[in-house]
């Protein structure tokens, strides 16, 4: 069973960045469309930036844009979020997964909180 381990969050002060990474155990990062999504308390689970498997086409939610950057290293089997000039309510627990259904279970996820 394929499995996905995030690591990278921690708490930052607003303005701050961290870098996310997504390990895959099997080589499917080459192969599917990967995503990042996140969730905040009390909120559902939402899509923040996905890669199609070439790694040259990225798409981000527009809250997001210009300060997360989402990238792939295929020979490592693992996605990264680069996230820059965090918010307040970038708060949440972050997840990977493939883009589309039929999505992998999930992983434990990294919780990123941004406060001073």
């Known amino acids: 069973q394929v499995q996905l381990v995030e690591s990278g969050g921690g708490l930052v002060q607003p303005g701050g960045s961290l870098r996310l990474s997504c390990a895959a155990s099997v080589s499917i990062v080459s192969i599917y469309s990967m995503a990042w999504y996140r969730q905040a308390p009390g909120k559902q689970r939402e899509l923040v930036a996905a890669?199609?498997?070439?790694?040259?086409?990225?798409n981000y939610v527009d809250s997001v844009k210009g300060r997360f950057t989402i990238a792939r290293d295929n020979a490592k089997n693992t996605v990264y979020l680069q996230m820059n000039s965090l918010k307040p309510e970038d708060t949440a627990v972050y997840y990977c997964n493939k883009r589309s259904p039929p999505l992998i279970p999930w992983g434990q996820g990294t919780q990123v909180t941004v406060s001073s």
């Open positions: 890669i199609a498997p070439g790694g040259t086409t990225t």
